[in-house]
């Protein structure tokens, strides 16, 4: 018994010898892959943000001649960055800072519209099956699929009399983010409990109070992720606008960049002024809400 247990011993202490020294070259493996990955990550990071972010930022701080030259260089001639911006916070009255103001306007409004509305489609999707589900459904993807008509919906906004008007581009931007809202919304009230629903019945709550007092503080992650992605999107739409809001006393921050483009004359140092401008708030935004967005999408798409 004896030389059987040392035995044993030994060729127990030989196999955690082998497996370490099998695990030593797999570890170092993994960090190199590791370490490749995380530098062409960054690499890519760099090429796909960092660098146009530098060259809108570069050609906005040179004057009219250097700017049209378009080279990715310092400024030689000195460095203009103050006199383009006051040159396009004064151009045209001021025009950029109503422009700031309606874009803020039209971007609050119409994302807590779409919030609201798609979380109250969505929990009502999620909770309860009907016959009208499939119709919905159908409306629904049809949102995400069929592009928008522009001419159609000009001919009903004029026949209820909301054509050039702020509610009018309101309810616009809300109809063409709602498919998605509500998609996201649905994926993510499959992962709360229906026992809290029927807890909040039993101790009296009407559908108001258990939507937005139990149901609505539960989708805080979706929710920061909706809100930043379209506050994003309709605070950068241009076509909308130009379409749906034409006019200077309504102008968006990004119809502003016609006013440095001509037929005969394009001052490019103040329109990459004007660009880098319209980029400094959603380019905040998503610094400041990365984790939420990935977690808000995350969330929904792994646990529903």
Do not use: H
Not at 15 to 23: F, L
Not at 39 to 55: E, H, K, M, N, T
Not at 223 to 239: E, G, L, P, S, Y
């Amino acid at each position: 018994m004896t030389v059987t247990r040392t035995i044993t011993t030994a060729d127990a202490r030989a196999v955690r010898r082998a497996a370490r020294e099998d695990r030593r070259p797999l570890t170092l493996r993994k960090f190199l892959r590791k370490y490749v990955v995380g530098v062409i990550a960054i690499i890519l990071s760099i090429i796909v943000f960092i660098v146009p972010f530098a060259f809108i930022f570069l050609t906005a701080a040179k004057n009219p001649q250097e700017a049209s030259l378009f080279e990715f260089s310092l400024p030689q001639q000195g460095w203009f960055l103050w006199d383009n911006f006051l040159t396009v916070l004064q151009t045209r009255d001021f025009i950029i800072l109503r422009a700031f103001v309606n874009s803020t306007v039209l971007t609050v409004v119409s994302v807590a519209i779409m919030v609201v509305f798609s979380a109250a489609v969505g929990y009502v999707l999620q909770r309860r099956k009907s016959r009208w589900n499939a119709i919905v459904y159908f409306l629904v993807f049809a949102g995400l699929i069929v592009p928008p008509a522009v001419v159609p919906t000009i001919w009903v906004l004029q026949g209820l009399g909301l054509f050039k008007t702020m509610p009018g581009m309101i309810l616009i931007e809300a109809a063409f983010g709602l498919s998605f809202c509500i998609l996201l919304f649905r994926a993510f009230v499959s992962t709360i409990p229906r026992e809290l629903d029927e807890a909040a019945i039993i101790d009296g709550a009407g559908p108001m109070r258990l939507f937005f007092s139990v149901v609505m503080p539960l989708l805080r992650p979706v929710m920061i992720t909706i809100i930043v992605v379209q506050a994003v999107r309709v605070f950068n739409d241009f076509t909308g606008p130009l379409y749906f809001l034409p006019g200077d006393a309504n102008a968006t921050v990004q119809l502003t960049l016609y006013n440095f483009q001509s037929q005969n004359l394009s001052q490019w140092n103040l329109l990459f002024m004007d660009i880098l401008l319209i980029t400094i708030p959603p380019l905040i935004m998503y610094i400041f809400f990365n984790r939420q967005i990935v977690a808000g999408l995350t969330s929904g798409a792994v646990k529903g």
